[in-house]
């Protein structure tokens, strides 16, 4: 039943701002920054823009940044444009260029932003997530949980079921962070040892502080247009397409793990929304069709599991995907290659937003160190709610 | 520079919860009665659906109840559908409508649900909209600031400007509530006196209790499809049309009464958002062209303001619009049918989302005793942020 408007949107501009605790920097220093950055790449200005989606997903931390579109309008001056906000857990940046897009694609609009922004370390204890959980949610189901718990978990399990070790997601973490130390816009910049990592604190069993990615400051802003509109009004002789987007709600926020279907080994949603986006794209053999990926790697089991869930490797095969360097940059399927949540860390609401502009940098050939070469077609991912909703996306230079 | 979706969807089915203290019903409940009237009412089940938006602003009072997709994907059992999460001060039920409206146009979905819902008596004292505003907001410039505070000063104003008084807001509250006692779903189905709105307790000078909406539980649901399979799939004669959708950020969130055009008598963001959805409409004459009007009366004052913003008639002629019977049932632009938020209340989440609800049954013919005769075409609006954003529709029967 799934339609299409694979190609119709082109991708025109992408702007991203340094990760990391950003104190010297507000809410709208960073959206300010992302979306400048993405107009001056793109060769627009605010006056080409004709209507904006913000993603912010924790904006009453302390006050109403990012509570609607006034917020992006605010920063921007985009006065008296149509600027809307969206909210969808760790989805939330990707789904602001989905709904962009899907404008787009309606004739409504022309040329847009999309803007994801974030600020996770600027918070009072009450507004932290841990706080959250702990006051606000459901005193049974929510007992106790936090994000490390709820990953934890499919650590164990996949453990189990596999052979597999806390060796195996070390593995990730120093590819990731090898790829952060190439990016000068990642948190984290260092590369690490696989024996720092396994002596690291523990966080939650089998989890330890290098299987976690950090919480961050953060903005990131794409500029789209009509597909047909990138050179013939901007001038554009390179752009990204977009292919193919999927989003899927698979379970509720609490109820993942009460989920009959649920195997503790991999996310449906992930599943389901790669299912969508390959089918726009007409993706079959997501390893082979595809030159790079970044993954929602929140913790070094959730990459493991993604591998397995996009289609990159069969079921128990992610280990070996990984030792083999498969997914690191040189290997078949470079997998985070700006080193992802782990080294970037994870502003909820920008993250989606970098995912797209990280691979819209590596399709247009100017990620440098990091730089996939060749890269014609990749993937962006974000997965949320722990677990309960999941965002692809397929792009491809034109 | 505004493109044009008008006539490409249709609304095809409309569904409204009873609005008011609802403490039997918990938000799911809420969702789930909007959407499976909307469901029963276009004629589909849950398997039609192929993408949903929720609108929900204030979900983090307590719990997470609608603070992603997942919260209506969970409450209607649409996994592993794409479910996604709008919010926009008080315009949040209408984009929710206006995305979904978006990617049916977009071609990626034939078949969508909008909702809005909200939670707002179900509160504890921290999490109530007053709270915020003291606990989180910035210190100086949203110092006391609350929402009759910052509309009464537009009453205040327009008291001076034009010579009007209390007893032309009365107007509008005696006249609300006589449309919300004669509506099922109305949270106030009493009518008042104008003596009752002039001696009620002030609330903020000159803005008495009857001159408030009042905050309450509710929720709201539209399907809309491709306007071509409306007849052709689904066997509707009647149907509605989104022939013009307008929204504009023209404020920040605080920073309205900073901004040097705001000259306290009216809403840029209303005139403009009116502007767009004229525009796609081919509305010209407001007042003759549409049959009916919903629009924001959080407070007497607001509905005022609309009339004038909205082209229902000249600057300072509000007055005599209401006076003259012309915003009545059986007048010629009969406004707040329904009774408006001032009877209904107002669920951040659901009034947008009400809005196109009723104005749906009103061009259907399905009103009752509230009913507009022979109408054709409708406008709806919401004013959010207080003023910073707007939202408006028109829409008419096929």
Known sequence: MTKNISGKVAIIGAGITKFGELFEQSYNDLVVEAAFDAYQDAGVTGDDIEAAWLGTFLPLGWGFDGTGGPSLAEALNLYPKPVSRVANYCTTGMEAVRMAAMAVASGLYDVVL???????????PRGSLVAQHVEKLHPLYAKGRTAPGSFAVLATRYFHEYGASKDDLAEVAVKNHYHGSLNPKAHFRKEITKEQVLKAPMVTEPLGLFDCCPTTDGAAAVVLCRADLAEKRFGKKDYVLIEGMGLSCANGYLTTAFN??????????????????????????????????????????????????LGFCGRGEAPAFVRGGSS?????????????LKSCGHPIGATGARVVAHVTNQLLGRCGKHQVKGAKRALGHTLGGPGAVSSVFVLAKN
């Not at 690191?328 to 700006?338: A, D, F």
Request: aromatic share 8%; charged share 30%; glycine share 10%.
């Open 114 to 124: 999309a803007v994801g922004a974030e600020k996770m370390r600027e918070v009072p």
């Open 328 to 340: 690191r940059l040189g290997g078949e399927l470079p997998v985070n290659t700006s080193g992802g």
């Open 260 to 309: 009959p279907r649920f195997d503790f080994l991999g996310f449906e949603a992930t599943r389901e929304a790669a299912r969508q986006a390959y089918e726009q794209a007409g993706v079959t053999n997501p390893r082979e069709q595809l030159d790079l990926a970044e993954v929602h790697d929140c913790f070094t089991i959730t990459e493991l599991l993604n591998y397995e869930d």
